[in-house]
């Protein structure tokens, strides 16, 4: 496992969820001016139905996960403390069949941990990112990967998109797949620009599109192009219930979801699913089209489970869905 050169490197924060599943009458959504807010009783003790550990998730470590499950050679680049959940992750992470040698252990420092409030089949995360001290790692030759996976850190590690950036500036035969977080969003596209631009795929949600554009979230061909203008080759926006969209610059794509087989469990790692699998179809071989046949799969399996991972597929697995997909389910060429 540490000597293999690998197809792909994953850099992001990993974490452990705590899933609390609350009951449906314990809790509920309201209409809020910013948006729906859960809301539950307070200053009283309020009942839960279960919980769950998931152990090494994370925009990332989902994605590094879908890699390895898809058969590719993968590895994960994050900060642990030195502590039980540190290892509970290090365990995952190897059960999973990701390299974890550039995963490094702070110590005196805690593991990021996380409390998901799962109500029905949707979630809101109580986030908390440690901070560390990001280091980029020192890699011998054998050690370069074909592809970096970026996706999110904590608003503490600003300075270290500058450190893989000139890093990937001086190794171009490395291509880079970005998919921002939050910090990073908020970070905004200039103080970005060398990540962005060093893209091989950008991936985002509309919602994050908007963001990045500034505005025009109905336009999804205005925001394609002001995605293009920030450089990457590949754009890739998800779009809930109505799809995705993916661009090249020139061919572009509308691409509808894969229908669920059931009423959706638990949504917690849909988009990762989506990005890491068009990524890992991409790394493969495929054109867009193919990818985006593809993503919408590990997609619809994801929410059937609680977590980001226990329902990720394999590739055979993911290839009999495509056989027995409905005839409306292929990319739409736009234009």
């Known amino acids: 496992m540490a000597d293999k050169q690998l197809d792909v ?22 209409e809020a001016p910013n948006g729906p807010r859960l809301s539950m009783d307070y200053a009283t003790k309020v009942p839960f139905d279960h919980a769950e550990v998931v152990p090494a998730v994370g925009n990332s470590a989902n994605a590094s996960v879908a890699f390895a499950k898809l058969g590719l050679k993968s590895g994960l680049v994050a900060n642990i403390g030195n502590d039980d959940w540190g290892r509970d992750i290090l365990r995952a992470l190897h059960k999973s069949g990701v390299d974890s040698r550039f995963v490094h252990i702070n110590p005196h420092k805690k593991s990021n941990y996380h409390f998901v409030l799962w109500y029905k089949d949707d979630r809101t995360i109580l986030i908390k990112h440690e901070e560390y001290e990001y280091r980029w790692p020192r890699f ?82 205005f925001l394609l192009d002001k995605l293009h203008d920030l450089g990457p080759k590949i754009v890739l926006i998800s779009d809930g219930h109505k799809g995705a969209y993916a661009s090249d610059g ?74 027995i997909a409905p005839e409306h389910y292929h990319p739409e060429r736009l234009r």
């Open 250 to 323: 020139t061919n572009r794509y509308k691409m509808p979801i894969y229908p669920d087989p059931k009423p959706p469990y638990e949504r917690t790692g849909a988009g990762d699913a989506f990005t890491s699998t068009f990524v890992a179809a991409v790394m493969k071989g495929a054109d867009i089209p193919g990818a985006l046949l593809w993503a919408p799969v590990n997609s619809m399996s994801v929410v059937q489970k609680v977590g980001a991972q226990a329902g990720l597929l394999t590739e055979r697995e993911l290839e009999h869905y495509l056989r």
């Open 140 to 221: 011998r030759v054998i050690d370069l990967p074909e592809w970096i996976y970026f996706s999110s850190v904590s608003e503490h590690a600003i300075e270290y998109h500058d450190n893989i950036a000139s890093w990937l500036e001086s190794h171009s035969t490395i291509k880079l797949a970005f998919q921002p977080g939050t910090f990073q969003l908020a970070a905004g596209p200039h103080r970005l620009k060398r990540i962005y631009a060093r893209s091989e795929i950008l991936a985002v949600n509309r919602e994050e599109a908007a963001i990045i554009a500034d505005g025009h979230h109905e336009d999804v061909h």
């Open 9 to 30: 490197l994953s850099v992001g924060d990993v974490v452990t969820d705590a899933f609390i599943k609350l009951l449906d009458s314990e809790a509920k959504v309201e």
